[in-house]
């Protein structure tokens, strides 16, 4: 610490103000200090700022699959942000399996070092509010549980899904295939439901119908299921002049069905997914997408995450919030030339 203050030109009590997150420190200040921490490699010890301060400066990320493009690319993105705040992250997959989603609130498998938890659950729903009522500060990630006790930082899935449908109507097309839909009986919420009710809003607005005949049901968002939904609508000889895929993995395994079935894309068939995975860019046609803002949804749950740690006696009430999306149109809707 010493060395990095020499560096920065600031005092010791800067350097550890800066390591430990208090608020009152300048930016340029703050930067100056991290730059020096880089140069130096200098990496705080942990047990002996556990002992002194009862934080360890580790964080711990679960997520439902690393395996998947979204989750990877959302935990390189929640560690990219823990680093320029100092923290370290600690990444746990629980498969999307409820007793390990439990496992990983209740504190019975979560490593004790942790000073709070990123949380994404894919079983766990609205019935399971109560499980967030633990003493470790919690941020939610996620479409699966709403208004519980804990700050969550969630998507526009319903108006983006609206804008992704918009851009597939506004160069013309009318027969407009869904892939990923879910269980039409289900009551719980998730990226499915809220995705299908933007569809069929823009639907609406245009003054077409909702044609179920257009509608596949995906159990896992995959490239697999993806590819069998778009094969399934060929088969079927369904008329489909677009498709909106609820994820780009799912679009990706569609992209490739119908191409080698001859399907010409954009001209026959104009496609769009959801989530800007970096893979989406590379694909042949590259993939428009819906970009739902996965670097702010990063640095935002990890800042929140900070400020709960950092609570004393008095807290704010638990905040929702939603980063900004954008559509990226690429050559699957006919923007040859589109950048990001």
Do not use: C
Not at 148 to 168: C, E, F, I, Q, Y
Not at 203 to 216: F, I, K, M, N, S
């Amino acid at each position: 610490m010493h060395d990095v203050a020499r560096i920065a030109g600031v005092s010791v009590k800067t350097v550890s103000n800066v390591i430990n997150h208090h608020p009152h420190v300048r930016t340029f200040t703050r930067d100056r200090v991290l730059a020096a921490i880089d140069q130096l490699d200098y990496r705080p010890n942990l047990s002996a700022r556990g002992l002194r301060s009862g934080r360890t400066g580790i964080i711990g990320l679960a997520l439902p699959a690393l395996k998947e493009n979204y989750f990877a690319e959302l935990a390189d993105a929640v560690i990219r942000a823990a680093e320029r705040r100092g923290l370290g992250v600690v990444v746990e997959q629980t498969s999307g399996d409820r007793n390990s989603e439990l496992l990983a609130v209740s504190g019975a498998a979560r490593p004790s070092f942790l000073d709070g938890l990123l949380f994404s659950p894919i079983s766990l729903g609205q019935s399971d509010v109560d499980a967030l009522e633990t003493p470790l500060p919690i941020v939610l990630l996620g479409e699966r549980i709403f208004n519980g006790p804990t700050d969550h930082v969630a998507m526009h899935n319903t108006s983006a899904a609206h804008a992704a449908v918009k851009h597939l109507l506004d160069i013309g097309r009318t027969r407009i295939a869904l892939i990923g839909a879910g269980d039409p009986d289900s009551t719980e919420a998730g990226s499915a439901s809220l995705r299908v009710r933007g569809y069929r809003q823009a639907l609406e607005h245009a003054g077409l119908p909702y044609d179920t005949e257009l509608v596949r049901r995906a159990s896992h968002w995959n490239r697999a299921t993806g590819a069998e939904a778009a094969q399934g609508l060929l088969d079927d000889r369904v008329r489909f002049d677009a498709v909106f895929a609820l994820n780009d993995t799912l679009g990706l395994g569609a992209l490739r069905a119908l191409g080698a079935a001859g399907v010409d894309m954009p001209s026959d068939v104009a496609l769009i997914g959801f989530d800007n995975i970096d893979e989406s860019r590379y694909s042949v046609p590259s993939m428009s997408t819906v970009d739902p803002g996965r670097d702010e949804i990063a640095q935002t749950a990890v800042d929140l995450l900070i400020e709960r740690i950092g609570e004393k006696e008095t807290s704010v009430p638990p905040r929702t919030i939603k980063p900004e999306f954008r559509i990226v149109r690429r050559e699957s809707t006919g923007f040859v030339d589109a950048t990001d």
